[in-house]
Structures are given as C-alpha cells and as structure tokens.
C-alpha cells in the first residue's frame, strides 16, 4: 500500500471535476429529502469509503437504502436493506443524463425521490435534468481524487482525535466539493450574512449558527488543490497570526488560510506538515477568539500508556 500523496493537477481534470461535483450534488440531494435534519447540515454530506464516496445509510420508510460512487469499478451502487440492487455506470455523460439513470434506479428500487434540481455553491445553476454542458470523466482522475481524499480523511480524523468539545465527523460537502472537520467553541455565533453563489442565506445561517474552527481541502485554490482553514466569526487578528508551515498563508479573497497541495505532497513528511497546518491555524481561532481550550481539548494518546503496560 503507497504511503505517497496523489498528485493531480486541477487543469488536468477541471472538465472531470465539475461533472463530478454536479453527479455528487445530485447523490448528496437525495440523502437531503430523506434524512433527518441534523445540526449545520451534517445529514446532507458523503463520506469517504475504502472505494470512493458514500451516503450511508439513509432512512426511508420501514426501510433503508444507501448509495456509493466506487471510484475503483467506476459504478455507482444502490442498496436496499429489503436485498434490491442497481448500478450506474461511472462514464463520460451528461449531467442530464446521470441524473435521468440515478431516479430511474431509484424509482425501480420503489424509492421515488423529488429533488431540488438546481446545483447550489456553483456560480452558473443550470438545472440538472438539462445540463448537457458538462458532461467529462476521466476514470483515472477520479481515482486520484478518491486517492487524495483518503489521505485526507485520515490526517483529518487524527486531528479530529484532539477535540473532546462538540466537533463534526469528518465528510464531504457536495455543495463545494470540499472534505471538512469543524470543531466549535460551544457558543452561539451571530447571524451568518450569505454570500456563497446560488445558496439561500438560511442554509449558511443553519451551518454557522454556533462559532466554528473549520478545515478541510478542496480541488481548487492552488495547482493542485488546496487545504484551508477559517474561522467563524473571525476574531482581529486571526490573518495576521504566525502559522505553519512557511507556504501556508492567509487569502484575502476566500477569508481564510490557504495550504498549497504541492506543499504537503512535496513535503519529506507530508502528515506532519499539514498536521502543523491544522494544529497552528486552529490555535489562531482558540486563542484570538478565547475559547475554553482546558475544556474542549483532549489528548488523543492518553491511554497509550495503560495498553502498553498491558502488553508487557
């Protein structure tokens, strides 16, 4: 098993990426009529899975089903819980017609489902039943990307480790394609004014109602991607706090800092170094926004010592 990050290019697989972020949207709109509502939002997302991207499982009835893009076979699987089964064929299409194939299986699995059919967090909405626009897969990038988001779920859940307050799982938003943990200070946050394309001001109002710490990566911002990191409110001070590593710097225009891909992947000790990344940015909320840190932090090892002495 490779122990190197993916590299992949963003102009490489642009076409790829937004066809596959409009296909997510669809999947990740489908949890969104059947589950129910969860704070900020966390019943909407996907999760990563040893072969791509999943809903799991989502309530429906006396019964359940779940959906999964395998980015391996390049299907996309249905799965009842009453034994039914489909797939979709993960190939170069139009949005339309994905999404024509995805109700068709849901309608034969006896799981109608009605989705808002406009995209949202994308600057140009055209509806999905008739967007033949975009319309790219390349498999081996969707692989990569798979690949990319496995490294990161991993750094993310060890990070995540370090938090005993109230902090998200960590998974994937299909809005903007992005791979996220957020941690929270316990305190309300004041309301959130909007402002992400095509999204209503109450769904950025619902996902950032209490004060946040959030980080995560997406397929944008640098050559090949970036990881991020935002406060919410941001405190004075916070883009002028000292982070790490050196690459890592504060973007005026997306609020938030910035890690370059290509630093981590180039880097002797990838994991380190975005672990650095995530611990100093985070340090930045807590201390700018005095948050309890004594309460709300953890040790992540602290019964290392008990399972070694029973080893011994």
Not at 77 to 91: C, Q
Not at 304 to 312: E, F, K, N, T, V
């Amino acid at each position: 098993m490779t122990t190197e990050w993916p590299r992949l290019r963003v102009a490489e697989w642009t076409e790829t990426r937004d066809t596959l972020h409009l296909w997510t949207q669809i999947v990740g709109k489908i949890r969104l009529a059947h589950a129910p509502l969860l704070n900020h939002w966390w019943q909407v997302t996907l999760y990563v899975t040893p072969r791509g991207l999943s809903t799991f499982t989502i309530p429906c009835a006396a019964e359940s089903f779940d959906i999964e893009f395998d980015f391996l076979d390049h299907r996309l699987r249905f799965r009842t819980s009453d034994g039914g089964g489909r797939e979709v064929v993960l190939a170069a299409k139009p949005v339309a017609r994905f999404y024509a194939e995805v109700m068709e299986a849901m309608n034969e699995l006896g799981v109608p489902t009605e989705i808002r059919r406009t995209p949202n967090e994308v600057e140009t909405a055209i509806p999905f039943d008739e967007d033949f626009r975009h319309a790219s897969y390349d498999p081996e990038a969707a692989t990569r990307f798979w690949r990319q988001l496995l490294r990161v779920n991993r750094a993310l859940a060890l990070f995540r480790s370090g938090f005993a307050g109230k902090v998200s799982p960590v998974h994937f938003f299909w809005g903007a394609m992005d791979i996220a943990c957020t941690r929270f200070s316990g305190r309300a946050a004041p309301p959130h004014p909007g402002g992400a394309p095509n999204c209503p001001q109450w769904v950025m109002r619902e996902g950032y109602s209490h004060e946040v710490s959030s980080c995560g990566f997406w397929p944008g911002g640098g050559e090949e991607g970036a990881f991020y990191a935002y406060v919410y409110p941001e405190p004075g001070g916070f883009a002028d706090y000292p982070v790490s590593p050196p690459e890592a710097f504060y973007s005026r225009e997306y609020s938030q800092f910035l890690l370059p891909y290509e630093a981590v992947a180039d880097a002797a000790d990838p994991d380190r170094v975005l672990a650095g990344f995530l611990e100093t940015t985070y340090t930045a909320a807590a201390e700018l926004g005095d948050w309890d840190r004594a309460a709300l932090e953890v040790d992540p090892h602290r019964w290392d010592r008990y399972l070694l002495a029973g080893r011994s």
